[in-house]
């Protein structure tokens, strides 16, 4: 089986010959295997999921001069049960089987449940992955809200002309945060998959070797189908959201996420965001690089839960909550169940994982999770350490007990 080293780095050769004044960046062998080891199957995910800044460059965000302080209201969970596939089990053997990292859960805006487990505390940064795309949309939600974001529906290369030329040249904003851009790239997580992998080769040219920006990547790539007509999950159309902010605000994408969220939202710790580099024009990981505490990604939810408001301020209009965690009723592809991700039904919209009864989730690869539920007034929040980027068995858990768990603290 041909791996990621000699087919990413024969590529990565022929894409440099292409692009003038590139040369890749010198990245120690023994740095280069613990990057492509974090991502590729989990091996001691259990430690570097809250590591990630000893492995990759980051960005400090500083936290807020005026914290959201979140009030406790501690639960008795040792009766909680939940059923799965015929068992009957309780909290701790959830987090267990399903290798939890740490978990949040707020009722009603207050704390009920804060677990730390394999040496995580308060102070350790949990990996995003693609929670982090549902952060990336909001942004782009509050620069579109100020002004500086002119419209969904212009052009991508209206705001990044580098992608002219490119499988990015027609698609919308919109498109992008739907993910149907129609760019040829199928995201197989599998990096030692027979066969061409664009999406390894992306995340190794840029993520790992430092070899090319991320944009540079997303310049390489092609059209596949038409823009708007087929739901297409690539981490790449939100790399290119990223970009996306940066043309529309004229500020660099860190400095937007402290002045637009971080501050106002009341963050209590800086936020590490992983960069392409320590270039000068390095670029953040808008897909799935935010480093971020446990209860951080509370407020995050809360906030979303609250229909944009937050630490006693509007950060969101709820017209804008309501677009982009509902899905875009001309859009038959992205309706609650018209997804199959590994046998769980779900829907999609603006970066958002849309599920049943009002229910909608920020997820990313190896079990990362801020699921909320109107419903019950719940958001839970799960930072896992999956033994691969997606198991089948555990999401459908997961789910099983997200929503028993809502349903408990409701007295359902």
């Not at 002309?161 to 499988?167: A, E, F, T, V, Y």
Request: proline fraction near 3%; hydrophobic fraction near 40%; glycine fraction near 10%.
């Amino acid at each position: 089986m041909t791996s990621i080293y000699g087919r990413a780095r024969a590529a990565l050769a022929c894409t440099l010959l292409s692009l003038t004044g590139l040369s890749a960046a010198e990245v120690d062998d023994g740095l280069l295997e613990a990057r492509v080891a974090s991502f590729e199957n989990g091996i001691g995910a259990a430690v570097t999921f809250r590591t990630f800044e000893a492995l990759f460059h980051t960005e400090r965000v500083p936290r807020s001069t005026q914290p959201w302080a979140l009030p406790y209201d501690l639960k008795d969970l040792s009766s909680f049960r939940y059923e799965y596939e015929g068992t009957t089990k309780g909290l701790a053997e959830f987090l267990e089987g399903n290798r939890t990292n740490a978990l949040l859960v707020l009722k009603d805006g207050k704390i009920v449940q804060e677990i730390y487990r394999n040496g995580a505390t308060e102070d350790s940064h949990f990996i995003s992955f693609s929670v982090g795309k549902s952060i990336t949309s909001s942004l782009l939600g509050i620069a579109l809200e100020e002004g500086k974001l002119d419209s969904l529906d212009e052009p991508v290369t209206a705001y990044v002309p580098k992608l002219i030329g490119s499988g990015y040249d027609g698609p919308t904003v919109r498109d992008l945060m739907q993910m149907s851009s129609g760019v040829d790239l199928k995201e197989i997580y599998d990096l030692k998959a027979e066969g061409r992998n664009l999406f390894a080769e992306g995340i190794y040219n840029t993520w790992f070797s430092e070899a090319m920006h991320f944009s540079d990547f997303a310049a390489t790539l092609e059209h596949g189908t038409a823009p708007g007509t087929a739901f297409n999950y690539n981490t790449f159309d939100t790399q290119v959201l990223g970009k996306v902010l940066e043309g529309a605000t004229r500020e660099r994408f860190t400095d937007y996420a402290h002045t637009a969220l971080w501050e106002p939202l009341g963050m209590e710790s800086d936020l590490l965001m992983v960069m392409d580099s320590d270039h000068k024009d390095r670029e953040a990981m808008a897909g799935g690089g935010y480093l971020i505490t446990l209860r951080d990604y509370g407020r995050f939810g809360q906030m979303i839960l609250n229909r944009g408001e937050g630490n006693g301020q509007r950060l969101l209009s709820e017209a804008w909550i309501d677009e982009a965690t509902q899905a875009d009723p001309s859009k038959p592809f992205l309706q609650v169940n018209a997804i199959i991700d590994e046998g769980v039904l779900n829907g999609y919209q603006h970066q958002w994982w849309l599920f049943p009864d009002g229910d909608f989730s920020a997820e990313g690869v190896f079990g990362q999770y801020v699921f909320i539920m109107p419903r019950y007034n719940v958001v839970i929040v799960k930072l896992s350490y999956w033994e691969g980027a997606w198991v089948a068995d555990k999401a459908h858990e997961s789910l099983a007990f997200f929503q028993a768990l809502g349903a408990y603290l409701s007295g359902d």
